[in-house]
């Protein structure tokens, strides 16, 4: 508790999360503050949730995400009344942070992982959410029987489960894209190692492809190189090398080879000069704008941005190859946590049994029917047993389509959505990609949860699931801008250590001994 009191009087706020945030009206009956108001005369449940942005552009774009006829639909199907009150993507850990230190906490909160991450700000150990075990058992029967127990076990603390989980049944989601039209024109393979893949970016250079490959502010959805080279600077990634665990960039000799090919990609304009500014929104617009040759980017995505290219590039193609190798012939991504986001029920909501019934509903196969085709005669037909759905094609629509599959769908396997997959071959061909290709690759490590009490008293040399600490992303952007030398790598492991990073290891190796909170790599 006493943590929790710390962070109420260090965080000095006067507004409220809900302020501009696209909530409905902000009286007492939406707020988790004042029970005995969760349903009304016609046993509507009546709750409040706050839900991230996640960059969807048919959520930004929306004037009021409460008036959007699908969340209308949702309510109808489940007999509700939501106050959807979204956070903003870029803000997310501030306005959590506002949330809980003003106590205006809607009566579902959204996190994005376990129950113990930054952005819950020790909410779940100070008590704000209730323990949801014995309402699992007696409401959520489905929700127990379809998600994982690894699943659960991120939501679990203390022996009890305290979250809902959206689960990712294949941890590898992250994938090399290409244009695979330019590529043809190229003459060339898809690219095997590094050397191959720098070969590609040259060939799309000499071919007026403004951007070979496509870079991004903080690497994120640009860390290719690090992935064949093993040194992903992330949460996840610590490692035990001689009997210690320790984070893999400490790998000084393949952190500065996977930093001088980035200097290399900088310095022959392979990559946007400017990559360390680029922000999400460019990111994909520059990509849509077939500006991009090689990129990052979760593979579920392919046939929505397909269709969004095309808009602009008729004859474009894209296409995910297996990311390229490094010395120890493997490459890839992160591997994603088991859980991407999760549901926390306010423990001052009157009737949480409702919640739990809401969403045990969405692992229901009337749920996976309307949020992956949405409503029989306006979006798709019966035909006997079999659905006729005609995928959009348009990009506005394309993104309607990504919100109600993706966004709205608050508890499913997130790997790909199956039912509209299996409908073309496009999409049994990327079913094929996660199952020959992801399932091939990508890189775990060690990962501790609890968070390291260590790391979060220094946010400096704190990484995230896939952002290095700010500490390191300063010197990586200078090696690669050639402001400073790339051979300084182990003076800046000296610096991380120096500002905190010699707890972090102490911690760490203390855990890791009495096998206390850690999650073993998975590959």
Not at 167 to 184: F, M
Not at 236 to 241: A, G, K, L, N, R
Not at 428 to 434: D, E, H, N
Not at 441 to 469: M, Q, V
Request: hydrophobic letters at 35%.
């Amino acid at each position: 508790m006493k943590k929790w009191v710390s962070l109420m009087l260090a965080t000095v706020v006067t507004a409220s999360l809900l302020a501009g945030c696209g909530g409905k009206d902000n009286d007492s009956s939406a707020s988790g503050k004042d029970a005995g108001t969760s349903t009304e005369d016609n046993g509507v449940t009546k709750f409040s949730i706050s839900l991230r942005t996640l960059n969807f552009g048919h959520v930004e774009k929306s004037p009021d995400i409460n008036a959007d006829k699908w969340v209308k639909k949702l309510e109808e199907l489940t007999n509700t009344d939501m106050d959807i009150r979204l956070v903003p993507h870029s803000e997310y850990d501030q306005k959590m942070a506002q949330m809980f230190a003003t106590g205006d906490i809607p009566d579902v909160v959204q996190g994005q992982g376990g129950v113990t991450g930054k952005e819950m700000a020790g909410s779940v150990e100070a008590g704000v959410f209730m323990p949801l075990d014995d309402l699992l058992q007696k409401y959520g029967q489905n929700l127990l029987q379809k998600i994982p127990k690894e699943a659960w076990n991120r939501m679990t603390y203390e022996g009890k489960i305290y979250g809902i989980p959206e689960w990712l049944g294949n941890p590898s989601r992250r994938a090399t894209w290409i244009r695979k039209d330019l590529l043809d024109k190229a003459g060339l393979p898809a690219p095997k190692t590094i050397d191959d893949f720098m070969e590609v970016l040259r060939a799309f250079k000499k071919m007026g492809v403004e951007n070979p490959y496509m870079g991004r502010q903080d690497f994120k959805y640009a860390d290719t190189v690090f992935g064949a080279y093993d040194v992903f600077p992330y949460l996840s990634q610590f490692e035990e090398v001689d009997g210690q665990v320790q984070p893999k960039f400490f790998d000084a000799d393949n952190m500065m080879k996977a930093l001088s090919t980035y200097k290399t990609m900088y310095d022959e304009g392979l990559i946007n000069k400017e990559f360390a500014t680029i922000n999400p929104t460019t990111f994909k617009n520059t990509i849509l704008s077939g500006k991009a040759g090689i990129w990052s980017m979760n593979a579920n995505e392919l046939l929505q941005w397909q269709t969004q290219l095309q808009d602009t590039v008729p004859d474009a193609k894209l296409e995910v190859i297996p990311s390229p190798t490094g010395p120890d012939g493997k490459g890839g991504y992160y591997l994603y946590g088991d859980v991407n986001r999760s549901y926390f029920i306010n423990a001052k909501y009157e009737h949480p049994e409702k919640i739990i019934q809401f969403l045990d509903w969405m692992v229901s196969d009337e749920a996976e029917k309307f949020f992956t085709f949405g409503v029989e005669g306006e979006t798709y037909t019966m035909d006997g047993d079999k659905i006729n759905y005609k995928q959009p094609t348009d990009s506005k629509a394309v993104d309607e389509e990504r919100y109600r599959q993706s966004f709205l769908w608050l508890v499913q396997d997130t790997t790909y959505n199956k039912g509209s997959l299996s409908l073309t071959e496009d999409g049994r061909k990327l079913m094929g990609v996660f199952d020959n290709i992801l399932a091939n690759e990508g890189r775990d490590g060690i990962e501790f949860d609890p968070r390291l009490e260590a790391l979060k008293k220094n946010p400096d040399i704190t990484p995230l699931s896939d952002t290095p600490p700010p500490v390191l992303v300063t010197h990586m952007v200078k090696m690669v801008y050639g402001q400073e030398p790339i051979e300084n790598w182990p003076k800046v492991i000296e610096e991380w250590k120096s500002k905190g990073g010699s707890a972090v290891l102490k911690e760490a190796n203390e855990r890791y001994q009495k096998k206390e909170g850690i999650f073993l790599p998975r590959k």
